[in-house]
DNA sequence: GGCGAATTGACAACATATTGACAACCTCGG
DNA sequence: CCGAGGTTGTCAATATGTTGTCAATTCGCC
C-alpha cells in the first residue's frame, strides 16, 4: 500500500473534522439548552468530572486542547451562574481551584443521560471496534500535532 | 457485544473531535500564514477547488457544512483580497457565482503540495485501512447527525 | 399571469476561540 | 536570600461561527 494514497484520505478526514466538529457544537448546544448550558461550558463541566479533583485554569486547558484565556472566560461566566466553585489553592496565590457546585454536578449528570442516549443513536450500524479504531487514529493524529 | 459498551467511546470521540479540531485550525493558520491566508479561506478555497465549477454562497455553505452566513462574510473579505472572483449568474440576480482568481488558485495549489508533506507526517504509522474506517465512522455520523 | 413559499443577501447581536501583551506570582539555582 | 525565568490572571484586538430578522428575488403551483 503505498503512502502515496494516504494524502488525499487524510485531507478528507480533515474535512470531515471540522463539518462534525459544527455539527456537535450546534447539537450540544441544542441538547444544554434545556439546562441553559453550551457546549462550551459542557466541555467545561465534563473535564471538571473526568478529572475527579479540582483543577486550574491552565490544567483544564491543557486537557481540552484549549488556550488558557479561553477556558479562564468560560469558567468566570460559570462561576457568576453558579455551576463552578472557586477555591483558593493553598499552594498557588493567584491559580485558584475551580470544581463543581452542587449545581453543575445536577446538570452535569442530567446532561450525561440525555446524551447517553443521543449517542446510542448516532452510533447505531457502527462496530465497537470500528468506533475504537476511530478513536484511536484522532489521537494518534492529535498526538502528532501536539502543539 | 452490547452497545453499553458504546456509549463512552462515541464520547471521547466527540471529545477528540472537538480537541483535533482546534489543532487543525491553529495548524492550518500556520501552514497559511506564509499566503496571508487562513484556515477558514483555506475551506473555502478547498470547496471551490473541488467542485470543479462556479458555486454560489449557499452551495459552499452546505458542502462545507456551515452557515451561508458565515461563507458570505469570508467570501466578501477574499474577494476584496482578491482571491476570489464574482460573476453575475445568468440564471439568478442576487445569488452571484463564485470562483477562484488566478491569486486565488495559485495560492491554493502551492497550500496543497505543502499540506501533502505535512499530511505524510501526521499519518506515519496509521495504514491506510485504518485512515478509510475513520473517515467512514465520521462521516456516518455527520449523517446521522444530518442537522 | 399571479400569488404564496422558499431562497438569497445583508445586517445585527452574540458566543467561542485565537494571539499578543503586561503585571503579579511562583520556583529554583547560585 | 535573591534574581531570572516560567506560570498565571487579565485585558484587548481579531477571526470565526451561530441565530435571528428583513427585504429582494426566484420558484412552483394554480
Given at each position: 500500500m ?11 478526514i ?11 457544537v450546534?447539537?450540544g448546544?441544542?441538547?444544554?439548552s434545556?439546562?441553559?448550558i453550551?457546549?462550551?461550558r ?10 475527579g ?27 457568576k ?13 493567584r491559580?485558584?481551584?475551580i470544581?463543581l ?7 452535569y ?37 501536539e502543539r
Amino acid at each position: 500500500m503505498s503512502d502515496a494514497q494516504k494524502g488525499p484520505v487524510f485531507t478528507e478526514i480533515v474535512l470531515e473534522v471540522f463539518k462534525l466538529g459544527g455539527f456537535l457544537v450546534s447539537e450540544g448546544d441544542r441538547m444544554g439548552s434545556e439546562y441553559g448550558i453550551t457546549s462550551a461550558r459542557w466541555k467545561i463541566l465534563g473535564a471538571l468530572s473526568l478529572a475527579g479533583e479540582p483543577q486550574t485554569v491552565p490544567q483544564i486547558a491543557g486537557s481540552m486542547g484549549l488556550t488558557r484565556q479561553a477556558v479562564q472566560r468560560l469558567v468566570d461566566a460559570m462561576q457568576k451562574d453558579n455551576l463552578l466553585l472557586f477555591q483558593d489553592n493553598p499552594g498557588h496565590k493567584r491559580a485558584k481551584l475551580i470544581s463543581l457546585s452542587d449545581l453543575g454536578k445536577t446538570v452535569y449528570s442530567k446532561l450525561y443521560e440525555k446524551q447517553s442516549g443521543w449517542a446510542k443513536t448516532c452510533s447505531a450500524g457502527i462496530t465497537q471496534a470500528e468506533l475504537e479504531t476511530t478513536l484511536s487514529v484522532l489521537e494518534r493524529i492529535s498526538g502528532a500535532i501536539e502543539r
